[in-house]
């Protein structure tokens, strides 16, 4: 087997879903849009983490301005693991990740239950349409994985609860 035949390229779909209102108004409504967290290649034979960030989307509105809005949001385990030991797939192969909501990979972003964290925000509302607000998704697949080389993938459900 090549050195080249051990790479592998992975990468996080991030799927958009919005749930249940809060505001102070009775007009307020709220789209999210979420962009891949990408890893590109991955190299079995170091020992290496490989970190990638994706992006949520989060823009907000109201029929009246002032209204006061806020919200949670919150990514599923995925499709093959669990929120805190996340795995993408290759057919029967597997790749452990995480997606975290801080740069340092300390807080697993999750549904905030199990020792996992979400991200909330909140505002009033300046403009009838609309708030915009980015927040980065922090992708680390552990370094040493013994995978075989293959397209990983994983799909994960982002909600926003407002």
Known sequence: MTRAALYMLASIFLLSWQAAASCSGTGCYCTVNATAVSFGTY???TQQAV???????????????????????????????????RKMASGRNTLLYN???????????????????????????????????????????????????????DAIIVTVEW
């Open 51 to 85: 970190d990638s960030t994706g992006n949520v989307e989060v823009s907000c509105g109201s029929d009246t301005i002032g209204d006061s809005i806020s919200y949670l949001v919150s990514l599923s385990m995925g499709e093959n693991g669990k929120k805190t030991d």
């Open 43 to 45: 190299n079995a034979l």
């Open 99 to 153: 997606l975290y909501t801080d740069v340092t990979h300390t807080a697993i972003w999750a549904d905030g239950a199990g020792g996992t964290s979400v991200v909330s925000d909140g505002y009033t509302l300046s403009l009838l349409c609309c708030e915009i607000r980015n927040y980065t998704v922090y992708g680390r697949i552990a370094g040493g994985q013994n995978a075989a080389p293959g397209l990983y993938s």
